[in-house]
């Protein structure tokens, strides 16, 4: 008979062993979650990517770009001589969602607006301000969340997806320029600045064609990431997505709006500020679907007036969650990240000057600047 030792762990080994396990797990969550990001910001440079081909379909198309306000394809739903307010302040992201795999969505749309033109405006239209549904329709299209407008890395935007009867969120503003503007025509300096990026107000400027990019497409931003106001509410404390009121916006230089900035990432004591940024893809005013290039990314973003009035002069920064600046998609279709630290030039240079100074010519705004306009005609280049 031969006697054997069993021997097991002592509490000294196991508790070794338990630590190790421990720094080993806290050395692969990071990487995880690093993982995970990245593959959220594929995601999110292929959005981009795909809204600057579906600018190309377009122009393919049509032989111009999509106005950003009063595209001269709702005219043919007309009543009368006006467009009414719900078709002219639709989107360039609504004129493309044929081009995005959403053509029946487009349709739904327009059938509306067909129902409204033939009973001459007796029947209402769904609101792209309100997301209730409209008169007698049993379907709102403007509740709907698209994938190709939203960001994986914005939780907002991802939260709204679920809400019932609120609009559809938008990460992806179109280029409006490098100085603070407005929809409203009627205002010859309103409409001079509206005439500084790539989707100009139909009204006051036109089309918009290939020819107009002088810069050259691949020289010419067509959209920035803009982060989804996370409240409800009327007050958008975060300046990353959030917009504050500054008096006298349009007579006053970039640094009024950077000001605004408080600590911890939110808006200075005091200020009167707004929710709208983001908010639905469906509407071109207030910060929904626009971004300007007079400040860096992740900058705060401003309003000369509150509410949802079309001729509201704004500021709207671009914004990410990725860190450290955003992703911008070029008119070739390419995608580049932009650092929180791009040339934006003098930024206590006025927007464009008072009320008697229209702004014309290169842009006044660095790099930065200089790649938010189309026809500028700047030397210079974000590689």
């Not at 043919?76 to 360039?92: I, P, Q, T």
């Not at 958008?236 to 230089?253: C, H, R, W």
Request: hydrophobic share 35%.
């Amino acid at each position: 008979m031969s006697n054997s030792t069993r021997r097991g762990f002592t509490l000294v080994e196991l508790l070794v062993v338990i630590a190790i396990i421990g720094i080993l797990i806290g050395l692969l969550l990071p990487a995880v979650q690093a993982a995970r990001e990245a593959a959220r910001r594929m995601q999110c440079t292929n959005n981009m990517k795909q809204l600057a081909l579906a600018v190309q379909n377009f122009e393919s198309t049509n032989k111009r770009l999509p106005n950003q306000y009063k595209d001269e394809f709702w005219t043919r739903f007309a009543v009368g001589k006006d467009h009414d307010s719900r078709l002219y302040r639709l989107s360039v992201h609504t004129l493309l969602l044929p081009y995005i795999e959403q053509e029946p969505l487009m349709n739904t749309i327009t059938s509306y607006a067909q129902e409204w033109k033939d009973s001459n405006g007796g029947v209402d239209l769904p609101s792209p301000t309100e997301g209730d549904k409209a008169g007698d329709h049993s379907d709102h299209p403007y509740t709907k969340a698209i994938d190709a407008f939203l960001c994986p890395s914005d939780g907002a935007a991802q939260q709204s997806k679920s809400m019932v009867n609120h609009l559809g969120r938008n990460n992806y503003g179109c280029n409006m320029g490098d100085a603070c503007t407005a929809n409203d025509g009627g205002d010859a300096l309103k409409g001079q600045k509206n005439r500084r990026g790539v989707f100009v107000n139909g009204d006051a400027a036109g089309r918009t064609t290939w020819a107009h990019i002088k810069d050259g497409t691949s020289n010419t931003i067509g959209f920035a990431e803009i982060n989804v106001s996370d409240v409800i509410g009327e007050n958008g404390n975060d300046y990353k997505t959030g917009v504050a009121y500054v008096s006298g916006l349009n007579k006053l230089a970039p640094a009024a709006c950077l000001n605004t900035r408080g600590s911890n990432g939110m808006f200075a004591d005091g200020l009167t500020t707004y929710y709208q940024k983001g908010r639905r893809w469906c509407i071109s005013t207030c910060c929904s679907t626009n971004f300007m290039a007079a400040l860096p990314p992740n900058s705060p973003s401003c309003s000369g007036s509150g509410g949802q009035d079309a001729g509201t002069w704004t500021l709207c920064s671009a914004s990410s969650n990725h860190g450290g600046g955003a992703n911008v998609s070029m008119l070739d279709g390419s995608v580049r990240f932009v650092s929180e630290t791009i040339d934006c030039g003098d930024i206590n240079n006025i927007m464009g000057g008072s009320q008697d100074q229209l702004y014309k010519g290169p842009s006044l705004h660095g790099v930065w600047g200089a790649m938010a306009t189309p026809k500028g005609q700047e030397t210079v280049s974000m590689n």
